[in-house]
């Protein structure tokens, strides 16, 4: 692999995912894998937000996405924050713009291998990071219901993605 090349994106991993509810608006998120996460409004204190996962998935994906050009650079011990925010259209309840900022020390490198080496950490962000690009395409969410009262379909997934039918709310 040259040192311009872009690896190529991870396989997305096929462990279930879900939530529980642990209280009023408050909410547990598991992985398959045994990974916890909080979720709540913000008034609940240490939690995160939906909107606050969202923020930190598309900064971890571009992380994960910029990584292997950065490190081949600038060293497997470098050091990067990545922060993003974008204000809440509270109107629409969406957020229309999100900003990444990667901080990263390039002090060491000259002028033409530095807007190299951004160029490549972008480009490998534009065509690996699967969260950003999702979020530019945008995406169908298909929201169903399962009575959970009814026992599960045999090999039905603990997620309730396997057998789940799409129902309406009367």
């Known amino acids: 692999m040259s040192t311009d090349e872009i690896p190529t994106s991870s396989p997305s991993p096929s462990d279930p995912l ?3 509810r642990t209280g009023s608006r408050t909410y547990r998120g598991f992985s398959g894998r045994g990974a916890t996460v909080e979720i709540g409004p913000a008034s609940e204190g240490a939690v995160f937000t939906p909107g606050e ?3 930190i998935a598309l900064a971890g994906c571009a992380g994960m996405s910029s990584d292997v050009p950065l490190a081949r650079r600038l060293g497997d011990d470098y050091s990067i924050t990545i922060r993003v925010d974008g204000p809440k259209d ?3 309840d969406r957020y229309p713009t999100l900003h990444e900022t990667l901080e990263l020390d390039l002090s060491a490198l000259d002028d033409d291998t530095r807007e190299r080496v951004l160029k490549v950490a972008a480009r490998a962000i534009d065509q690996t990071c699967t969260v950003g690009r999702t ?4 995406v169908e969410i298909v929201t ?3 009575d959970a009262s009814a026992a599960p379909p045999e ?3 603990r997620d309730g993605t396997d057998g789940a039918s799409e129902a309406a709310i009367a």
Do not use: T
């Open 53 to 55: 996962l969202l923020k």
């Open 155 to 157: 090999g039905g997934d």
């Open 144 to 146: 169903g219901f399962v």
């Open 18 to 20: 879900w939530v529980e």
């Open 90 to 92: 509270v109107d629409e």
């Open 135 to 138: 979020l530019k395409a945008g």
